[in-house]
């Protein structure tokens, strides 16, 4: 199991603290650090310091960490145009040395997109628009180097580009695609993605999503075992009863809603809730950090990394 650290930068966090805790993410041996890609919280949370852009914040951790891996969860499909946004991303991972994942999705909340000028169409636009993008995206990055690429959709088209820079990493970087759609979403990821990431359901409902994904693979001529499943859950841990509710009421939770919607508790008992989802097939978790301020939460959790860890053969 590869545990990652997540984060919600827009609730309120500057590019030191940031900085901050993608060191400690590094320090204390998590597999990655990633971030939401948001300009606004759905949530009522403080709005000082302001959103930070999460490629510009990425390309700053590329240069100031050394081992993890960086990404999105997830870049929406509505804040950029599909050239620029593949020229970003494979910038940013030469810079990081190969280090990038690229979360993508089609974009939900239209909040932020009133608040900063972005257009936000309806939910069949949205999707159509993010295929488009993935197919754009990832066939600049496969094109071989010295030949062009071009592509004609309903709305995007590109002409005779020079699919220029390359990643790092070959053919290109990862992707991921998640979500909760029965349909649309399962068959992208079967067509795209490396990774389907399911957040902050149920052990059921995530296994349930994991089928269909699976079904989606085995549908399009795909081996279903080369996805890689994930999940993603907001954590909270604490040595003690009153430590972890504390942490609780920092981000404005409980610990016993937390314990059925979430991974709360000590070390231990998270360990043991992530042994479910293991079981329901997922390799890979997201633990969604709400208080960066908090770098002795990150450290405690850093001793369920033994316990997640499975010998090899």
Known sequence: ????????????????????????????GFDAFFR????????????????TDAWITLAGLALETERIRLGTLVSPATFRFPGPLAVAVAQVDQMSGGRVEFGFGAGWFDGEHAAYAIPFPDVGERFERFEEQLEIITGLWETPEGERYSFAGKHYTVT???????????PRPPVLVGGFGAKRTPRLAARFADEFNVPFLGVSETAASFGRVARA?????????????????????????????????VIGRTPDELREHGLAGSPAEIAEKIAE??????????????????????????????LTTRPGP
Do not use: N, W
């Open 277 to 306: 989802y293991a079981a329901a097939g997922a390799s890979t978790m997201y633990l969604q950090v709400l208080d960066l301020t908090d770098l002795d939460h990150l450290e405690l959790l850093s001793h369920v990394l033994p």
């Open 1 to 28: 199991m590869r545990l990652r650290i997540f984060t919600e930068p827009h609730r309120g966090a500057d590019y030191p603290t940031l900085l901050t805790v993608a060191k400690a993410t590094e320090d204390l």
């Open 160 to 170: 005779d580009s020079p699919a220029l820079p390359k990643p790092s990493q070959r």
């Open 217 to 249: 693979c085995a549908a399009a001529g795909r081996e279903p075992v080369s996805m890689v499943y994930s999940a993603a859950q907001v954590v909270c841990c604490g040595r003690g009863d009153a430590e972890l509710a504390r942490r609780a009421a």
């Open 36 to 51: 939401s890609d948001h300009y606004l919280s759905s949530g009522p949370v403080r709005e000082l310091p302001g959103p």
